[in-house]
């Protein structure tokens, strides 16, 4: 049977299904906040499990090959679902204005990097090394997994109680950070995987 912390794993897959289907529902041209309030509960919870899962296989030993690979999955399943969303027609205003302030090259970085990386991963399992996830895979988790919740709740209540500009900084800024920090994490995982990387180049 599968382990506890590979069950929460599968739990978070269907957990960005619910998520992508709740955000597909919204539109800026008749917003529904409580749309992307509960899409953004929905997100929290489902990043949550990230570090629940990674903590229960650490802690009882139970980590596995399919855990190394099953939970990035389910991170980039979530966060690429997320960021290609936001920069969708539906978060487009009357004017045609995307209101997240996700630009398309923002999700081509983000989306491009976990392929690289689920590619180099494969490759090191295949080879015989783990391949799990780094420190600053995990600080690029944390940063896209404050991001994504915190657009969602800004655009909601951008006309409510965050109708200042402040909140419009905050938003870029956490998305400037996230794509930096995302983009920077791919230089990490390369050095892992220069051994290999030469040996089989060489070969």
């Not at 897959?13 to 008749?30: A, E, G, N, P, W």
């Not at 900084?169 to 994490?185: P, Q």
Request: proline letters at 3%.
């Amino acid at each position: 049977m599968m382990n506890l912390p590979n069950q929460i794993t599968l739990t978070r897959l269907i957990l960005s299904v619910v998520f992508f289907v709740v955000l597909s529902q919204y539109s800026q041209r008749t917003p529904k906040p409580w749309l992307l309030d509960l899409a953004a509960g929905i997100f929290i919870i489902a990043a949550l499990s990230d570090f629940l899962d990674g903590y229960l296989a650490r802690a009882w030993n139970q980590v596995t090959a399919l855990g190394r690979i099953l939970d990035p999955l389910a991170d980039k399943v979530l966060v690429c679902g997320a960021f290609i969303l936001f920069c969708g027609s539906n978060f487009a205003d009357a004017e045609g204005k995307n209101v997240t302030g996700v630009s398309a090259w923002m999700v081509v970085i983000i989306v491009t990097r976990e392929l690289l990386i689920t590619g180099l991963r494969g490759f090191n399992e295949a080879q015989g090394k783990a391949f799990g996830a780094s420190v600053h895979g995990k600080v690029k988790m944390w940063a896209q997994s404050i991001a994504a919740p915190a657009i969602l709740l800004i655009v909601a209540h951008h006309d409510g109680i965050t109708a200042a500009p402040f909140w419009d900084y905050v938003k870029l800024g956490l998305i400037w950070i996230t794509v930096i920090v995302t983009a920077l994490s791919v230089i990490q995982y390369l050095i892992r995987s220069r051994y290999i990387l030469t040996e089989s180049f060489c070969s």
